[in-house]
């Protein structure tokens, strides 16, 4: 079901940059924002970037979103042991009441 | 301080119609910018987004699925329900409902984002 592709795995030890992508295509990244969503094993996913960059209150700042055409990435920078998790993207799609479609999201370890 | 609660069955039978109800609390689902929605997850998989409803009632379905939900939205009691029919045991998943917020200076149904989330309910589909 998912129409926004991410990589499957991603790994760093304490303190690295981890980067994570999410490539879509011109009916969903690329017309209109996107969000992303950290899941917390055997949590309910929670907001970590909407509207392509923006950081609700309480996240910290080492966790940066961007945008550019039909793909997005989301950043960590010096990765801590409690960001190993589950991460989302999402977006809506264009069309006339198109749906919101998520990433096939990607599983972060801190090595 | 917003809260979110999914309740109903944790087991149902395939063909069976599943209804479940979000509780909420700590906003109106009448307040402009305002929507709640459903989101599922398998065991092990990827979320799927299944429906929302905005502060202006308008709904949206996943197209994969809108021939089978129902969303009613019951704002004197603060919950909104979701009923899903023909269930199959492909639908056995985690169901979380969710507040949605529409971002600043934006204005459609694409301009919210889920940032208040359920705890969410398992349902397994089995006979």
């Known amino acids: 079901q998912s129409v926004l592709t991410q990589p499957p795995s991603a790994s760093g030890t304490p303190g690295q940059r981890v980067t994570i992508s999410c490539s879509g295509s011109?009916?969903?990244?690329?017309?209109?924002?996107l969000n992303w969503y950290q899941q917390l094993p055997g949590a309910a996913p929670k907001l970590l970037i909407y509207?392509?960059?923006q950081r609700p209150s309480g996240v910290p700042d080492r966790f940066s979103g961007s945008k550019s055409g039909t793909s997005a990435s989301l950043a960590i920078s010096e990765i801590q042991s409690e960001d190993e998790a589950d991460y989302y993207c999402?977006?809506?799609?264009?069309?006339?009441?198109?749906?919101?479609?998520f990433g096939t999201g990607t599983k972060v370890t801190v090595l | 301080q917003i809260t979110l609660k999914e309740s109903g069955p944790t087991l149902v039978k395939p063909t069976q119609t599943l209804t479940l109800t979000c509780t909420f609390s700590g906003f109106s689902l009448s307040t402009d910018g305002v929507a709640v929605g459903w989101i599922r997850q398998p065991p092990g998989k990827a979320l799927e987004w299944l429906t929302i409803v905005y502060w202006d009632d308008d709904k949206r379905y996943s197209p994969s699925l809108k021939n089978r939900l129902t969303l009613i939205r019951d704002s004197s009691r603060n919950q909104v329900v979701l009923v899903m029919t023909n269930m199959d045991p492909v639908d056995t998943a985690t169901y979380y409902c969710?507040?949605?917020?529409?971002?600043?200076?934006?204005?459609?149904?694409?301009?919210?984002?889920?940032?208040?989330w359920g705890q969410g309910t398992l349902v397994t589909v089995s006979s």
């Open positions: 969710a507040h949605g917020t529409r971002r600043p200076s934006c204005s459609g149904g694409t301009c919210y984002h889920f940032d208040y």
């Open positions: 011109s009916s969903n990244i690329g017309s209109n924002t």
């Open positions: 509207n392509d960059n």
């Open positions: 999402a977006a809506w799609d264009a069309s006339r009441k198109g749906p919101l479609v």
